[in-house]
């Protein structure tokens, strides 16, 4: 991982993106401390986009559906 200061950040702005694009994470700092992390984004593939709804739908269905009670919209708002 890199570590620029703001000034250089914001002088080499293009060159630091490319940096990113190519997929090395920078930190930037101001006065020594670090303010901020510029990474990749990582795209989701449709195989892990599928991946993620088979667990999610997954883990829905092992849980129990709660019995609540069926209450309309005036019912919810007829003390306002």
Known sequence: MKTITAA???RNFSKLLRD???GE??????HGRPVARIAPVH???DAERKAAFDRL???LQSQPALDLPK???DEIYEDI
């Open 8 to 10: 250089d950040a914001n």
């Open 20 to 22: 990113v694009q190519s």
């Open 25 to 30: 994470e920078v930190t930037i700092t101001s």
């Open 43 to 45: 795209v989701k593939t």
């Open 57 to 59: 739908m997954t883990r």
């Open 71 to 73: 209450v309309t919209r």
